[in-house]
Antibody, heavy 116, light 108 residues
């Protein structure tokens, strides 16, 4: 069965750090692009970052320089290291399989709350 | 990239058809055929409904169809059913992905 399961969310103070993980089963991440997409409470979807099969990474301007996406092929997991967190980073973070033109598989998401 | 423009809400009665528009620019929707649509029920993850403007993934009913004209893409849902009530998001993926603001579909 294909599954993407995010973890690592929680409450963090502004300026703090958090590391999200996405455990994938049912397909190999080393053969696929993987993205993170977030959704602030009551708001729409916002693409955050992608990691390509060759390891190249790209980020939305809103997180560039603060977030780092990485891939761990042996564990079949994708991570998102989030530093210098701001209140506006508060959102549910989804891991998604990225087909370079669309996102065909999504996890259930993990909630990140940035607040003092 | 700026967010794509969608109507905030649309509604229809069971059995009717509704169309949700998604307006971009000549730099995204107008030039690339990488438009996709996602359905999201409250508290759930988004689900891919349409990709590459008009293609349906396996398992998505043929009541859902997509099209594009110029800088505007559209999602049409025919034969509305109660379970279609959800938020719908369009997305244009051209190097990076940009989403629309979302449309709440109410089935009356």
């Amino acid at each position: 069965e294909v599954q993407l399961v995010e973890s690592g969310g929680g409450l963090v103070q502004p300026g703090g750090s958090l590391r999200l993980s996405c455990a994938v089963s049912g397909f190999s991440i080393k053969n696929n692009y993987m993205s993170w997409v977030r959704q602030a409470p009551g708001k729409g979807l916002e693409w955050v970052s992608v990691i390509f099969t060759a390891g190249s990474t790209f980020y939305a301007d809103s997180v560039k320089g603060r977030f780092t996406i990485s891939r761990h092929n042996s564990e079949n997991t994708v991570s998102l290291q989030m530093n210098s967190l701001r209140p506006e980073d508060t959102a549910v973070y989804y891991c998604a399989r990225d087909q370079s033109r669309y996102f065909d598989l999504w996890g259930r998401g993990t909630l990140v709350t940035v607040s003092s | 990239q700026s967010a794509l423009t969608q109507p905030r809400s649309v509604s229809g009665s069971p059995g009717q058809s509704v169309t949700i528009s998604c307006t971009g620019t000549s730099s995204d929707v107008g030039v690339y055929n990488s438009v996709s649509w996602y359905q999201q029920h409250p508290g759930k993850a988004p689900k891919l409904m349409i990709y590459d403007v008009s293609k349906r993934p396996s398992g998505v009913p043929d009541r859902f169809s997509g099209s594009k004209s110029g800088n505007t893409a559209s999602l049409t849902i025919s034969g509305l059913q109660a379970e279609d009530e959800a938020d719908y998001y369009c997305c244009s993926y051209a190097g990076s992905a940009v989403f629309g603001g979302g449309t709440k579909l109410t089935v009356l």
